[in-house]
């Protein structure tokens, strides 16, 4: 068997040495995550626990299957070990390899990973009702823990990783805890940044000092020129300091026969893995990422989000919401590599039978396009999408995007909602974008209903329309939703979307539109564009516009 380096950055290395029964983490983007200490913790955890079994925590099963599971597969085969060999997907391993059942025999492998000793990863997801309803959990593994609802995980989970003490409860590694995630910029993660107030650092420096001992005698105790005496001394004391920091991070046992255990939470940002990214690529996110996105997602600095722009009333954790269609999705295996392929098969939010209402903003830098369609209660904003001028794409692009994704819509009819912006020319376009657009959806196959709406209101107007849409306290105007997946750079965009003052009206602030070091897709464009399309579907209900603006102000 090869041997295969690894290179381990400070915040790895420090996760390896310590490997505290509660591990929590919030990384910058880029620093390995998966690939060192999830990957790592995992795997050591299901060899310690033959037969036992590690919860897999995640807001929705599209997150296992498309972003934890893919890098996390990546990951084990870098540590040898290999798929259809030391593990097996969605199915039990091969009956002449006689491997175990795990402790709680699984009686469908629908939702397990058999580890080849016999542990099992089950995988659970919030948006499944009963995945952890009467299971009994010998260890918790979650990334992107930001996204989590709190309350259901300590309602459903925590009560689950339990049991088996009379198997593992002698080991550290026994309900073991690993939980990673970005900086949160929502005030509902908050939970995972008070784990810091809740680390023993003079403990944590004990186990430090024990473990690089511990390692300094076992790599000499491997040594082909140690002496059996010698090997013999250092097996004692390999055994004694095993013993000790096992007792160290099962932590101190109370009056009720409880363990608390070793708890580390650490903050690493992505300059900590410079030396494999380089520095242009740091420049480059310098240039493309608004500040505060840089801020956050590679410096890992603490901003939550103030709600004090052009929407401030938006509540991400109110106004989204997930929707899969899981009759589609099982079909597809949880063995996926590289994720799950992205097309509107996926979708549980879309009626099947309905056109599709679409809306687009026009920037050169930038062709951004929203889809929605009503429903009962919502108007439902099920998706947006980009393309970007940097990356050589064009209109055509986008609406190429548009249609492979919805290939499978059964009603190939959208109602397609522009303004003036829309419909202009020059000497350089023989044709409107407006034009363009209707001419290549036909080209495509759709059917197009071409819905006008003239001139936008004002935007202090607009400003008082959003207000109202989404404080939803007036009957009179639909509340929306927007599908927190699909839509996620729209909400971005929402979320970022400053205001100015003049006088005493309000507007949008569109400087980052002009400014090189804004990425086109985190400035209002996007914005704009679902603005166009939520005003121009219910224009005529409301009958807003500039004269007609009585309506929206009371």
């Known amino acids: 068997m090869s041997e295969q380096k690894i290179w381990l950055n400070k915040p790895q290395k420090l996760s390896r040495l310590i490997m505290a029964t509660e591990e929590y983490g919030v990384w910058g983007r880029a620093t390995g995550k998966t690939d060192e200490p999830i990957a790592n913790r995992s795997s050591h955890g299901a060899n310690q626990m033959p037969r036992g079994t590690t919860g897999v925590i995640a ?21 040898g070990y290999r798929h259809g060999v030391h593990y097996w997907v969605r199915q039990r391993p091969p009956a002449k390899l006689k491997i175990d059942d795990p402790i709680y025999k699984a009686l469908d492998p629908s939702h397990y990973i058999y580890w080849y000793n016999g542990h099992v990863f089950y995988l659970i997801s919030q948006d499944r009702q009963g995945l952890a309803n009467a299971k009994s959990l010998d260890a918790i593994l979650a990334d992107e823990v930001k996204f989590l609802n709190f309350d259901q995980y300590l309602d459903e989970v925590v009560p689950a990783n339990r049991g088996n003490d009379n198997i593992f409860g002698h080991m550290w590694e026994h309900h073991m805890v690993t939980m990673y995630t970005d900086m949160p910029t929502q005030q509902k993660a908050r939970w995972i940044l008070e784990k810091a107030q809740q680390v023993d650092m003079e403990t944590i420096g004990t186990v430090i000092n024990l473990q690089i001992e511990y390692n300094k005698m076992l790599a000499e105790y491997e040594l082909p020129r140690t002496t059996t005496p010698r090997k013999n001394y250092l097996y004692r004391k390999l055994c004694n300091y095993y013993l000790a920091l096992n007792e160290l991070k099962m932590g101190v046992e109370t009056e009720d026969g409880d363990r608390s255990g070793l708890l580390w939470y650490s903050e690493a ?188 209101p004002k935007q202090h107007i607009r400003y008082k329309l959003w207000e109202i849409v989404f404080a939803e306290k007036d009957k009179r105007f639909k509340p929306v939703r927007f599908n927190a997946d699909n839509a996620e750079q729209l909400v971005a965009s929402i979320q970022q979307t400053g205001v100015v003052q003049t006088g005493e009206f309000f507007a949008k602030d569109k400087r980052p539109e002009r400014q090189k070091k804004v990425a086109p897709e985190d400035a209002p464009h996007l914005g704009d564009a679902f603005e166009t399309l939520y005003i121009g579907r219910f224009k005529e209900e409301y009958g807003y516009n500039d004269a007609i603006s009585d309506l929206i102000i009371v």
């Not at 807001?59 to 540590?79: G, H, I, N, S, V």
């Not at 309905?354 to 919502?378: F, R």
Request: aromatic share 14%; net charge negative.
């Open 269 to 456: 940002n992505t300059l900590e893995n410079i030396q494999i990214l380089g520095e242009r690529k740091f420049n480059q996110w310098i240039r493309e990422l608004k500040e505060q996105v840089f801020d956050t997602s590679i410096m890992n600095l603490k901003n939550l989000m103030v709600e004090d722009g052009f929407f401030h009333l938006f509540d991400s954790q109110y106004h989204c919401y997930q929707s899969y269609d899981y009759n589609y999705v099982d079909t597809l295996g949880l063995y996926l590599p590289n994720g799950v392929e992205k097309d509107c098969r996926k979708d549980g939010d879309v009626i099947k039978n309905k056109p599709l209402d679409i809306a687009l903003d026009y920037n050169d830098a930038i062709k951004s396009l929203v889809v929605g369609q009503d429903s009962i209660k919502h108007y439902r904003v099920l998706n947006s999408m980009f393309v970007l001028r940097k990356d050589s794409k064009v209109l055509r692009d986008l609406i190429d995007d548009f249609c492979k994704y919805y290939q499978y819509h059964p009603c190939k009819e959208v109602h397609f909602y522009y303004d003036n912006t829309a419909t202009g020319g020059n000497a350089a376009r023989i044709e409107s974008f407006a034009d363009d657009v209707k001419m290549l959806l036909r080209e495509k196959g759709w059917t197009v209903h071409s819905r006008h709406i003239g001139l936008q």
């Open 59 to 79: 807001q929705t099963y599209m997150q296992l299957l498309d972003r934890t599971l893919p890098p996390l597969f990546k990951a084990w085969e870098r540590f």
